[in-house]
């Protein structure tokens, strides 16, 4: 593994490279809001086992990346010329690569396969959330994510404020310890607070018609609703039914996420890496 700082039109961004040290990367991986680059595949190595170069970064204000001027300069369209940059730092011109995004991450691959389809070979898109329209409206439990990150002992109050209460008891524990590891991996809180109140304002596509000029084969990773309610499963299927080349997969009733499980997610990213060669 090697570590990258990767200049674009907005922070520098922090990353790692993976899989062989010679080569373009094929694959390139995404983390949701409020996470890190380590929870893209969850730490798996088996990109690099079979001789896959992979990159994954932080995201603007996120992780050891830079924060930007506030929370107007994290839109979508922020986030995807942030992309942009990468692609280009790691890839020679005219390659393409398979993008593998989480939440956010998906919501900003899908954003960049719209504006540069020519460069997007495949897409795994893992708990997607995002469906235009008035249920995005209501922000204030992101805005209650963002406060508890501005005030005292905020990993421990974001925690509080993530409503775990309305997970499974069996499951509550485990998501609250993921939380405090992901929220302790940030260089700035504040920043992360600045990306909570911006990334929700913004919208990575218009209609959700406007999946179906996406032509390149996807999958879609959903989650049930009793364990991710934030990331219902309808809308992985919405957005299943609306991309051209596009199945879902989803766990076993009962079953731990799919989305928790690195292996599986890097998996699929090769699966559409064969696909493409």
């Known amino acids: 593994m090697s570590e990258l700082a990767i200049t674009g039109p907005g922070p520098t961004l ?3 490279r993976g899989g062989p040290e010679e080569g373009a990367a094929r694959v390139v991986m995404l983390h949701g ?16 086992r079979r001789g896959i ?12 990346s830079g924060r930007a001027a506030g929370p107007g300069e994290y839109t979508y369209p922020d986030l995807a010329a942030d992309l942009q940059a990468v692609v280009e730092a790691v ?3 005219q390659d393409q690569v398979v993008l593998l995004g989480i939440s956010m991450g998906a919501h900003t691959a899908v954003r960049y396969a719209l504006d540069h389809p ?10 997607p959330a ?23 002992d905020p990993i421990e109050a974001f925690v509080v404020a993530s409503g775990l209460e309305t997970l499974p008891e069996a499951f509550r524990e485990q998501v609250a310890m993921a939380i405090r590891q992901r929220i302790g991996r940030h260089d700035d809180l504040s920043a992360v607070a600045d990306a909570l109140e911006g990334v929700p304002a913004s919208s990575p596509f218009d209609a959700i018609e406007d999946l179906q000029s996406i032509t390149a084969p996807s999958i879609v990773v959903g989650s049930r609703d009793e364990v991710d309610p934030s990331h219902p499963l309808a809308v992985a299927q919405r957005w299943t039914d609306a991309l051209p080349d596009a199945r879902l997969e989803v766990e076993e009733a009962g079953k731990s996420p799919l989305a928790w499980q690195g292996g599986r997610l890097a998996r699929f990213a090769e699966e559409l890496v064969a696909n493409g060669t």
């Open 130 to 152: 995002h469906l235009p329209g008035p249920q995005s409206q209501d922000r204030s439990a992101w805005h209650a994510l963002a406060a508890s990150l501005r005030g005292p």
């Open 14 to 16: 922090s990353a790692t």
């Open 118 to 127: 020519q460069r997007v070979a495949g897409l795994v898109l893992i708990t």
């Open 53 to 64: 170069v992979n990159v994954a970064y932080d995201a603007r204000g996120h992780g050891h």
């Open 33 to 48: 809001l409020t996470a890190t680059r380590h929870y893209t595949v969850m730490g798996s190595r088996h990109l690099d």
């Open 91 to 93: 890839t020679a011109p």
